[in-house]
């Protein structure tokens, strides 16, 4: 059975064998977590991405780690906020469950995720959190799901509330 917990930390030092970019359609690159993980990773990570053509909202694409710790990074697309109405939550559950269905059939032991879409793309973060959590775990029991997975919280405050939706869903 698969281990989930949520931790304070910078995404691109964690030394698992995945890590989860949320990354826009282009998949080339912007600022927030995707600028981390390319200023990490090196110029090959936008080298392979180029080749990769995009990624449409809530699907996710998977790419070497380069210069990261971590051996792999998948590339995910959550959804703007633009109120709540416009599909936003089934979005952001496909990026949690399609991300895990790659890393399973990559036979990814080891993966961690950042709170996608709530940054930059507005998503509130409790709901978003609560989404996250939910989705992990409808899929983790299936087979060859990761054995260890992470939600990596950049502030204290995420952390907080990751681990209020760990303890209310437990
Ligand atoms: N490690 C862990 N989490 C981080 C890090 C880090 N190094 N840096 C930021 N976060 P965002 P989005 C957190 O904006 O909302 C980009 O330009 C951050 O605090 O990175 O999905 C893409 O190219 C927040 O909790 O992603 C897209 O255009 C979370 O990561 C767009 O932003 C997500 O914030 C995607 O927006």
Redesign the pocket.
Known sequence: MSTLRAIQ????TLALDCIVN???ESLL????????IHSAAGPQLLAQCRTLRGCATGEAKITGGFRLPARYVIHTV?PVWHGGNAGEAELLAACYRNSLALAATHHIQSIAF??????????PLAAATDIAVRSVRQVMGQPDMPQEIVF????ER?LAVYQAALLRQD
Request: a negative charge.
């Open positions: 930390a910078d995404i691109t949320a990354a826009n690159g912007g600022g927030g977590v995707d600028g981390a959550g950042p709170a996608i879409s709530t940054g930059v793309y507005g998503y990596c919280c950049f502030s995420d």
